[in-house]
């Protein structure tokens, strides 16, 4: 079983930064694809960026390019999303989420049905 802890939350002003940390545990071996999602209060969670197993491609929500970056740090099992220029609509509970995945795979989801492990959440609050 893969557990997940999300880390790095927090209050920031509009236009501050985050960066926040998904930890991988437990039956790490094998190959995932990653995904960060967002919950706002009384709207359903979205997808804000992934990476893929292999070749650490990326992918990003239009509302996000160009202000936050996904990235992975295989030897330490982690997973960051560096959040900048941020906006009070970043406002959010932040998950990240595995999806096994095959040898050199190099799949990109952004649908929280294709994921099978997440984390519990971390709070990002966006105001001034």
């Known amino acids: 079983q893969l557990q997940l802890v999300e880390s790095g939350g927090g209050l920031v002003q509009p236009g501050g930064s985050l960066r926040l940390s998904c930890a991988a545990s437990?039956?790490?071996?094998?190959?995932?694809?990653i995904g960060w999602f967002r919950q706002a209060p009384g709207k359903e969670r979205e997808g804000v960026s992934c990476?893929?197993?292999?070749?650490?491609?990326?992918n990003y929500a239009d509302s996000v390019k160009g202000r936050f970056t996904i990235s992975r740090d295989g030897a330490k099992n982690t997973i960051y999303l560096q959040m900048n220029s941020l906006k009070p609509e970043d406002t959010g509970l932040y998950y990240c989420?595995?999806?096994?995945?095959?040898?050199?795979?190099?799949?990109?989801?952004?649908?929280?049905?294709?994921?099978?492990?997440w984390g519990q959440g971390t709070q990002v609050t966006v105001s001034s």
């Open positions: 437990g039956f790490t071996r094998g190959y995932y694809a």
């Open positions: 990476i893929s197993s292999s070749e650490s491609l990326t």
């Open positions: 989420a595995a999806r096994r995945v095959s040898y050199y795979s190099t799949g990109l989801y952004l649908r929280e049905y294709e994921y099978t492990y």
